[in-house]
């Protein structure tokens, strides 16, 4: 499988090494080229010896996503700091490219849901850690 | 008419205050609090403090009556959710959106985001209009109509030149209404076969400058005023 991933913070870089380390091809795009050091942290090759590709450029821009391999990616993950460019970029994937699976991470919960029911794949990390807490405060309190 | 403005910058204070003037009502969304601040006191309950891209700040500006959506902050993908959340889940009968990368265009009207305004691109076509670059000269623009006459000079290796009109595939949108021959004009037939050196004159949607004009003069080189 070949999977690009867009925005490599915390989340995107962390997902881009595993899916690297089980076989897939792994493509990453990111505006900061400091972000690349996310990548290479902790692991014993560097992430171009270890057969990753990075490419520096904003997600809205048809050329770079193109660059960085968009046109036959199987999955495709929007992982950037921005929920609103997560939504969009995504759309973008699915609708001109026609990339089969998109996923979006949405921090907020009502835009996440919405979007979901459209038939979008969203993740939202804050409606797990609402959840979460709710449990770990219903066992504090029982 | 009730009017939700998006982004109270210049573009968006403006719009605003001309709505209200003719007698709209219209909430304007502001999500940075030092702007909201500055520009309360002259809106009053006219604007609301918050992100237009949260749902529930959408609701609270009462998005399920309006009539008008325009979004107008300087982030394209805010603009896109707003307006695609607009249409789409509060079924709003009209948006507007505000493009600032005039490269984002194409992604606005792939979500179906229409219309969609650049400011970069209005005054594009207005340089167009003024410096004949396509070697045409314009002659009359009916704004309200959404027409403009020009005037182009067929040049001896043009495409048309020695065709007859009837063969003469122009793009949608365009037709020759005269030709300009040996100082006098006259309205072709379908089997007027168009020269080298003919002037000739067409009616056209505006935009379709450049492509008229690789069908009669590829080179660009300017018409005789």
Redesign the interface.
Known sequence: MFVLIVGAGRVGSAVAKSALAAGHEVSVLDEDPLSHERLDAGQSKSWEDAQGRFTVGTA???DALIQAGIERADVFIASTD????N??IA??AQ??FGVEKVIARVM?P??AS?YGE?GLHTISPTKHAIEMFERALELELA | MYAIVVGAGKVGRNLARELIVKDHEVTLIECSRARYLTIEEEFEHAVQYGDA????VLERAGIQRADLVIAVTG????N??VCQ?AK??YLCESIIARVN?P??Y??FK??GILPAVSATDLILRLIEHEVPRYGLVHLLALEEERLEIIELEVSADAPVAGERVADIALPEGSLIISVLRENAGFVPKPDTVIEGGDGVLLVLDPGLEQSITAFFAPDGSPAEA
């Open positions: 809205l821009e048809t921005g929920d609103n460019t939504l969009i759309q973008i609708k001109r907020d009502a835009r919405w459209q | 891209t949260e749902l529930w982030d394209d993908e805010d896109m959710l959340v789409e889940k990368n490269r984002n194409d992604h792939l979500l």
